[in-house]
């Protein structure tokens, strides 16, 4: 089932986002049940502030996850004000979809949708082994799946460690088909000071990886220490 009144508002899409014919073309969001429920909040607020539209897909463990990581009971039939909490943002106007995981007949798990293509973020070592297998066991996994078939891209933003031989194996297979394998592995090079730095960090690699212009994290400049340099400075500044 479809879960939507975000296009009700008459807000115009904006043209870097449709096709030539008009039509909405979203990056596909699936949030299984690993560990890492802000690294897709990050995800989906940078696609959202850079005025690409989202269908979001949470799988029924990513549910026992965000219940368990932030106290949210993910409800279907109140998703846009659940959607608020997670995101820490107004969404009364987002352009944002919801698909029940359970739904085979949704959008994406069809090739002729016009999604611009797909991030599983977290995405657990069994949603990482059924889109390996094309197992389709749920609208992530199937989404997944048609995203490669299609030939667009697909980011899987592992979130374990450390991993089995079956798991390595699974995510080659993934390289292979096409996906980019990026685990939720953030750097320390850009000096974070905070714990939402280092999630922005991957958070902005992934957007990075699809073609998403972001600000989300200081870039190396090649010069050592400038960022924690920077940050160091810039928290000085806040105490004064």
Not at 36 to 44: D, L, M, N, Q
Not at 100 to 109: E, H, K, L, Y
Not at 226 to 239: I, T, Y
Request: proline share 5%; charged share 20%; hydrophobic share 45%.
């Amino acid at each position: 089932m479809r879960h939507s009144d975000a296009m009700s508002n008459g807000a115009p899409t904006p043209d870097h986002v449709t096709t030539t014919h008009g039509h909405r073309r979203p990056w596909v969001v699936g949030i299984s049940g690993a560990s890492g429920t802000p690294y897709a909040a990050a995800v989906i607020n940078g696609l959202l502030d850079a005025g690409h539209p989202v269908d979001l897909v949470v799988s029924k463990s990513a549910r026992l996850t965000i219940l368990d990581e932030l106290g949210l009971a993910w409800r279907d039939a109140f998703w846009r004000e659940d959607l608020a909490v997670l995101l820490n943002r107004d969404t009364s106007d987002v352009d944002v979809v919801t698909w029940s995981a359970s739904d085979f007949a949704a959008g994406p798990s069809s090739g002729s949708y016009p999604a611009r293509g797909m991030v599983v973020i977290p995405a657990s070592t069994a949603s990482v082994a059924g889109m390996a297998l094309g197992l389709s066991k749920d609208l992530l996994q199937r989404a997944a799946d048609v995203t490669m078939k299609e030939r667009r891209p697909l980011v899987v933003c592992v979130r374990e460690t450390p991993f089995t031989r079956s798991t390595l194996e699974h995510l080659l297979a993934l390289d292979a088909a096409g996906a980019v394998v990026l685990p939720c592995n953030p750097a320390f090079y850009h000096g974070p000071t905070k714990m939402q730095q280092l999630v922005d960090f991957v958070a902005g690699k992934v957007l990075d990886v699809i073609g998403v212009e972001n600000d989300l994290f200081q870039r190396w400049a090649g010069e050592l220490g400038a960022a924690r340099a920077s940050n160091e400075k810039a928290d000085d500044g806040a105490k004064t």
